[in-house]
């Protein structure tokens, strides 16, 4: 098991978030949380990369480290978990290069930065045309990519993605996608929280669904999209 | 045109003081959304070490201990000392910032009021009332270009002030850290998730912002060589108008506008009897912050940045 959550519990100005949740990812798998907005998947991912405090009796593991005992910076530089953040949240008074050199912050493999450098804009060549340009002027689907260009340059034991199809058209969002799954070829295991289950669900081969702070499902991606609560609720009957 | 020359140079001078420490201001702001009222008493401070190191190093070459130049006195005094300083301001930030990040900012503001009062009669406590001679480094010499006069003092403070602000600007521009604290000033929020730890790049902030200052308060000593405990505190609030002045964050904004203030004040005693000085050449600045309000270069994304 690559990665181990239980009984994780959140809480934000004493309103809890998330209510004694439970999961599970081996590696190399893709793994998605479905719900709808607000449900508590962007504060789950948070919670993995440190972001926000859990409350006691939360356990979290990753390649059996205790998740607990690494600051959020650590968590990335030491351990390899990087996170596209909702909202991707780049740096926009930074170049494309930059966002992708500040990345490499905590590394000094210079070779293999060059490499994964490369690599990335293999994927996206738009990026490297453009690499010069700040992030902030990017169209939303080139800011996807930058956003996933810098979790991959930052760690890639298992990439954590908040939303990647939001605000994407269809055919963009399909080539995101296409290089999510070539980047967990490579060995990059993924977990994905969507709003766009339809989307999530055949992209992973598993997932979750959470409901208001409890995860009230899980199966295969086909269990779920067969699920007839799973059809109503989030795949439009 | 010559008492304007002269005037300019004065000016130059001046305006290099509040353009070192108002560095200091507007870097902390830009990056921590903080408003570090100590920082002029960090001035201060950096000053009196300044002192302290200049005295011993000056000791120490007059006992034949080492044999040294006049310059590489100044050099030592100032490289020492801002070395010095910027511990100080480390600690500033570990004991009396950090475990206030989360708190309401009112309190972070108070914290600094409160540090520069207990930095100011520390230092009263530590060396008692009587003010100090800063030891002049430096022979004066006056040379006399069309009339107006310039001392190699007043050449050697702008220069080293030019030149540090010219580092900066290098180190923030293109180091690693330096991309890490534009990032910062950006969105602090996600920058962990780069492999950046935010307490890092805030002690180097007031690191870098303190060893400014002490660059400012050994230089102010050279020209003007009596030191008090207090005179951090007016020195510190002009800096602090010109930081924000010249835009949140903006190391161009806060030199401008630091040379800028230099200007107006001067050039109001230039014209004006000297007892309206700062009353005429505040109004004005106020006239310019009204039509900019978000100084020279203020970013309109400044206000989203707390979450």
Partial sequence: MLLSVENLRVSYDRIRALHNISFSIDEGEIVCIIGANGAGKSTTLRAVSRLVPVEAGTK????????????????????????????????????????????CFARNDRDEIQEDLKRIFMIFPRLEERKAQKAGTLSGGEQQMLAIGRAFMSGRKIMLLDEPSMGLAPLLMLSVFDALKELNQEGTTILLVEQNARMALQFAQRGYVLESGNLVLEGSSKELVDNPEVKNAYLGG | MVFFFQNLINALQWGSFYALIALGYSMVYGILMLFNFAHGDIFMVGAYIGFGVATGVTALASLGAIVLPNWLILVLTIIISMFLTSFVGILVERLGYRPLREAPRASAAITGLMIGIILETGN????????????????????????????????????????????????????????????????????????????TIAAMTFAIGSALAAAAGILFGIAYPVLDPYMGIVFGWKAFVAAILGGRGSILGATLAGFLLGFIEIFVAMIFPSTLRDFIAYSIILLILTFRPHGFFGEPYSARLRL
């Fill in chain 1, 60 to 103: 979290m593991t990753f390649m059996g480290k205790d998740l607990l005992e690494y600051p959020a910076d650590k968590v990335v530089s030491k351990l390899g978990i990087s996170h596209v953040p909702e909202g991707r949240r780049l740096f926009g008074n930074l170049t494309i290069m930059e966002n992708l050199k500040l990345a």
């Fill in chain 2, 124 to 199: 009263l406590a530590l060396l008692g009332a009587r003010r100090v001679r800063f030891p002049s480094l430096i022979e004066s010499t006056t040379y006399n270009i069309g009339g107006v006069y310039v001392t190699n003092k007043k050449i050697m403070i702008v220069g080293v002030s030019l030149m540090l602000m010219l580092a900066l600007h290098q180190f923030v521009r293109r180091s690693k850290y330096g991309m890490a604290m534009r990032a910062m000033a950006f969105d602090h929020v996600v920058l962990p998730l780069m492999g950046v730890s935010i307490n």
